[in-house]
């Protein structure tokens, strides 16, 4: 694999693990509230996915990490969880809701697997349109319980939409465990009927990249979705508020040892990562001031958005 | 003892009594329930009897019905009413119509718990109240829980009875702290007089009551008059009896809530009041609700699109100023 693209996948990674260590501070320091869900530990996945996709994007709440790689600034994602009005949903959303037509991303869906459906939907739209690059949607190992998840893989399949359908298998929803709740540890086995599956190690960046590169390929042959199972596993709780009791200090230790930055580094040039962690450690701090900087809403502005301009003259 | 304490409390003394009664939800009984509600009864009861569920909240309801068409009294715990109307169809479709459909040969012994509204920047997608919706369903008994007095006996009732019964709890109302008098018979299906009055029948419910206790003594010196404050308990059926009393003596209604404005829970109180008791109001009655708005994760557009003690005390003294009072 060429040098600039682990160096971007490497820089993306770190700017995604500082970014959510900026996070939890700031949450700490009561400047962001609410659900924030952490992405630390799950960065190879996310950057591996959102650098090698071509088209658009749906994601969980879980996605800052996801929509920083995709090219949303760290400043209006900083923002965003701030509730400032130069935050990606200007405030509206915060760290579960961040969106971008622009650059394909719809992230930040929060009723689980709900998002699912809507990927299908677009997927069907993007044929129609006949742009071959098709859709993505991530979502998590407990999300694969969801009806709306079945209906989907059936609906992709018998309409043979360019959907690449990501599976986080962090083998946790929460607190509870896969086995507990699934017929199955390895989510592929639900899907095997209805299209072709593929397992990564979702600790891999360049695993990752390469596999989405493939299933992006795959979707544009026309032959219908691809399913593809990331094992990977999160540093933290599911939520800031999460105190990550139901794991063993043993299953941690031996996650954290997969820790996908310390993974690449090796293969970098030491000046390389030297310089590029000084980079990260400024365009950090440059987001939280920022974040700081920006205004709140308005409060005269407390029906924006949810229709039209013309059509809220009508609303109101 | 907490609110939460005192759910946890009823679910542990119906279970050790009625084998019968199963727990199942999602992450309550290894994590033991998200707001720590169904806490060590996983321990107590076995897996058998405490089930984790995978995330599919129409099985879950869709279960439970089945369950109770088994012989089993199962209570079920959404994580929260938004999740509920994933499980819409079962709770609509099925849990209020299969007795009637059945006529009466199918009998619903559940209980569905599930708390709403909104509870701090969690977001449009999870600050939603739903007693609107859920009361306007023939078939079921639906409970607004404010305190846990209420709710350790509401509940202790409502997994006795045969019937099915929506339990509404409050996010933000987990960690409220009251004495519980073991020895009350009380009636879940009656409301509450909080604090008697003379001038105002205030109508409220959930945390909007609390909200609205808070501001009253201010609202009352500033309006020189005294007003009846009530919880409403159970929003379907709705003890029209004490209302009528209250507001007979009061001749003055206002009606508190955190959802939406329009399709708002307390327009069909406000709305019999006015074909009821025209008479009898010397006054317009006042309806505070949240705003036609989904809620903002930003504190402020969140604060300011629902009641809080301070809009409501404005909102009182500006209507008794134009009401004469
Ligand atoms: C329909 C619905 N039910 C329940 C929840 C509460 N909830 C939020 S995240 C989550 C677990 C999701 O697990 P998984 O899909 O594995 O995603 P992960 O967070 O592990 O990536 C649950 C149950 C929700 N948001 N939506
Ligand atoms: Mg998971």
Same mark, same amino acid.
């Given at each position: ?37 952490? /992405? ?15 088209? /658009? ?69 993007? *044929? ?91 979707? *544009? ?61 400024? /365009? ?33 | ?9 009823? #679910? ?41 569920? !995978? ?19 199962? &209570? ?6 938004? =999740? ?26 559940? &209980?569905?718990?599930? !708390? ?21 369903? !023939? ?17 202790? @009732? ?6 099915? &019964?929506? =339990? ?14 073991? @020895? ?24 909007? #009551? ?10 009352? @010196? ?15 059926? &709705?003890? =029209? ?36 008791? =025209? ?23 969140? #604060? ?9 005390? @404005? ?11």
């Amino acid at each position: 694999m060429d040098t600039a693209l682990m160096e971007d996948l490497y820089y993306s990674m770190l700017l995604g693990r500082h970014f959510e260590y900026a996070a939890k501070e700031n949450y700490f320091q009561g400047n962001i509230s609410g659900f924030l869900h952490l /992405d630390i530990g799950q960065e190879a996945l996310s950057v591996g996915a959102m650098k090698a996709f071509e088209g /658009d994007v749906f994601t969980t709440y879980r996605e800052h990490v996801m929509a920083l790689s995709r090219g949303m600034s760290a400043n209006a994602i900083m923002a965003e969880l701030f509730g400032k009005v130069d935050g990606v949903s200007k405030g509206r959303g915060g760290s579960m809701h961040m969106f971008s037509p622009k650059i394909g991303f719809y992230g930040g869906d929060a009723i689980v697997g709900g998002h699912i459906p809507n990927a299908v939907g677009c997927a069907y739209a993007r *044929k129609y349109q006949n742009k071959k690059t098709g859709c993505l949607v991530v979502f998590g190992d407990g999300a694969t319980n969801c009806g709306g998840f079945f209906e989907s893989i059936n609906i992709a399949t018998s309409q043979k939409l360019p959907l690449v359908f990501l599976c986080e298998n962090n083998k946790y929803a929460i607190g509870t465990k896969i086995e507990t709740v699934s017929a199955f540890s390895k989510q592929a086995k639900k899907v095997e009927a209805y299209m072709p599956t593929v397992e990564v190690d979702g600790m891999d960046v360049l695993a990752v990249y390469k596999a989405i590169k493939k299933a992006g390929e795959y979707i *544009k042959e026309g032959k219908g979705p691809i399913f593809v199972e990331a094992m990977t596993c999160r540093f933290e709780g599911h939520s800031i508020s999460d105190a990550n009791k139901y794991r063993s200090s043993e299953e941690m230790k031996k996650c954290k040892e997969l820790d996908p930055l310390l993974k690449l580094k090796p293969l970098l040039d030491k000046v390389f990562v030297e310089k590029i962690e000084a980079q990260v450690i400024r /365009d950090i701090t440059e987001a939280v001031n920022f974040a700081h900087e920006s205004p709140e809403p308005s409060l005269a502005e407390l029906n924006k958005y949810i229709f039209t301009d013309e059509g809220l003259k009508h609303a109101l | 003892m907490l609110y939460r304490e005192a759910i946890n409390l009823a #679910l542990d003394e119906t279970m050790s009594e009625d084998t019968n009664i199963v727990l199942l939800g999602e992450d309550i009984a290894n994590v033991g329930g998200t707001f720590r509600v169904t806490e060590g009864l996983l321990d107590k009861y076995g897996k058998a009897r405490v089930i984790d569920t !995978p995330i599919a909240e129409l099985s879950i309801v869709g279960n439970a019905i089945g369950m109770a068409i088994g012989g089993l009294r199962p &209570v079920v715990e959404l994580m929260t009413a938004n =999740f509920s109307l994933l499980a819409f169809d079962q709770i609509v479709n099925h849990m209020a119509k299969l007795p009637f459909m059945s006529a009466g040969k199918i009998r619903l012994p559940m &209980v569905l718990r599930m !708390p709403q509204g909104v509870s701090k920047q969690l977001g449009a997608q999870h600050s939603e109240n739903y007693e609107n919706m859920l009361s306007s369903v !023939p078939g079921l008994f639906v409970f607004a829980v404010n305190s846990p007095n209420y709710a350790y006996h509401a509940l202790k @009732k409502s997994i006795k009875m045969d019937d099915p &019964v929506i =339990f509404i709890e409050h996010e933000l109302l987990y960690n409220k702290k009251e004495e519980i008098d073991m @020895k009350s018979d009380l009636d879940p299906f009656k409301a509450r007089i909080i604090k008697e009055g003379e001038d105002i029948t205030i109508i409220s419910y959930l945390k909007m #009551l609390d909200d609205t206790a808070s501001a009253l003594d201010e609202i009352e @010196k500033e309006l020189n008059c005294s007003c009846e404050l009530i919880d409403l308990c159970s929003l379907n059926p &709705v003890d =029209f009896k004490t209302l009528e009393a209250s507001i007979k003596k009061t001749g003055r209604l206002i009606m508190i809530e955190e959802g939406h404005k329009m399709g708002s829970y307390g327009a069909q109180i406000i709305s019999w009041a006015v074909e009821e008791l =025209f008479y009898f109001l010397d006054a317009a009655p006042l309806r505070l609700c949240g705003k036609n708005v989904p809620i903002a994760y930003n504190r402020k557009l969140e #604060l300011a699109s629902i009641p809080t003690p301070k809009s409501i005390k @404005k909102d009182i003294i500006n209507w008794g100023r134009i009401n004469g009072l």
